[in-house]
């Protein structure tokens, strides 16, 4: 069983049954699913915003790129606070530490206020990615991953793993149980997450554990080192 670990969700799956926005239903839902998760295992939860503003796709048309990621770090923190409150209200302790100054809302990050957190058993959701443009949530995630010593990082998706073809156009779509960080990085089929994510990962051999999260059970399972979806690993 693994004793810390971080968990990526993106700002999709956070709008539930809607195109965008967020969906408190499905918020509580994944606090259920937190729930189960075994009390000696620390929990460090990043989360994106492109239920809200993607960055990337935003800036031009007057918008600078740099502006078009922070207004994306600005959802990621809006989806943080939500989450806060609803995994709270649950009975989850629970923090929310921000990477962009924003202390009226969130505590400011560090590395030792995150760990004091984790260790006093409260699930730490840090937010504005790591606070520079240019870097995905999913990069930030590895990076926090890195810095606060976390075994593995979770990667929640909208289906089962990691496929050799998109499942959704390709019906012979095969599901892929482990897979090494080369051919994740060489491999232009796979999209789960940026690029220089995986190569960050790779670099320092941190496992990726690719599955989808809002399977009843799923994050408990994978915690405990079950095997769930796809790992990925040098």
Known sequence: MYKRVLLKLSGEQLSGAFDNGFDTKTANYLAQEIKKIPKNCQLVLVVGGGNMVRGAKIANNGIHRVTGDQMGMLSGLINSMALTDIFETEGIPTRCLSNIFADQVAESYSYRRAIKHLESGRVTIVAGGIGRPYFTHDTAAVNLALE???????????????????????????????????????????????????????????????????????????????????TIKS
Do not use: R, W
């Not at 075994?151 to 892929?176: C, N, R, Y």
């Not at 995986?198 to 496992?207: C, R, T, V, W, Y």
């Open 148 to 230: 606060l010593e976390c075994e593995a990082v979770f990667k929640a998706t909208k289906v089962a793993g990691v496929f050799d073809k998109d499942p959704s156009k390709h019906k012979d779509a095969t599901m892929l149980t482990t897979l090494s960080y080369q051919q994740a990085v060489e491999d232009g089929a796979i999209k789960v997450m940026d690029k220089a994510a995986m190569g960050l990962a790779m670099e320092h051999s941190m496992p990726l554990i690719v599955f989808d999260a809002m399977k009843a059970g799923n994050i408990e399972l994978a915690v405990k080192g079950e095997t769930v979806g796809t």
